[in-house]
């Protein structure tokens, strides 16, 4: 079945830790995104990229990174300088760009 | 400022209430707007897109519809099953194709 597998499900971090989510598409799609979201408010873009080995800032970049050396994988890093990390975490693809994106199961990530 | 706003935060209603939950938006010009439905601890599902007003769509017992200044989700005879978070978003014209999101409705049937 065609979609986007993110892992893992669940994340629990200590303060000052790097932590990666992993995203990987077989939807054959250019574009992939991450977007954070917590309670209360509309989904929030973190990165986004358009195509291979290129990458965009979102609205709120700082203190994540993320890297597109293959098109099917599109990993998120929460580095120690998201000061705010605990949240759910969703990455999408899209595969047109008037296309609806289609989202995968998404990785709640907790600071502890 | 593009915004999306919607209405109301919860509802709550009893199996076979209809009802309609709102998405208003403020945008230079709309390139289409999104209908997805997110289930607790899920990502979104995508049901409808819109892209003009008058435009109107239906899957089952949902129906999506849009004016130059807001899009109505009409749920008809609800059961527990359509229970969700329903979210809203907006692709302006002059955003690079990047979506503006509402922070969504979450819809309860009761049985």
């Known amino acids: 079945d065609g979609g986007i597998t993110q892992s893992p499900k669940y994340l629990f971090r200590k303060e000052g830790q790097n932590v990666t989510l992993s995203c990987e598409q077989n939807?054959?799609?250019?574009?992939m995104y991450w977007y954070r979201q917590d309670p209360g408010q509309g989904l929030r873009l973190i990165y986004y990229s358009q195509i291979v080995n290129d990458f965009q800032k979102g609205d709120i970049a700082e203190g994540y990174s993320v890297s597109r050396e293959k098109k099917e994988s599109f990993p998120l890093t929460v580095t120690s300088a998201q000061k705010n990390p605990t949240a759910f975490y969703l990455c999408a693809s899209r595969g047109r760009p008037t296309g609806e994106l289609f989202f995968g199961e998404g990785s709640r990530l907790t600071v502890l | 400022e593009d915004q999306v706003t919607q209405s109301p935060e919860a509802l709550r209603l009893q199996e076979g209430e209809s009802s309609s939950l709102n998405c208003s938006y403020t945008v230079s010009g709309l390139r289409g707007l999104f209908w997805y439905r997110q289930d607790p601890g899920k990502g979104p599902e995508f049901l409808f897109t819109l892209y003009s007003a008058g435009e109107e769509k239906e899957k089952e017992r949902l129906k999506a519809t849009l004016t130059k200044k807001e899009s109505f989700l009409h749920i008809t005879a609800p059961k527990p099953e359509d229970s969700a978070t329903y979210l809203c978003?907006?692709?302006?014209?002059?955003?690079?194709?990047?979506?503006?999101w509402g922070a969504g409705t979450k819809l309860i049937i009761k049985p």
């Open positions: 939807l054959n799609h250019d574009a």
């Open positions: 978003a907006v692709q302006a014209v002059e955003s690079n194709y990047q979506l503006i």
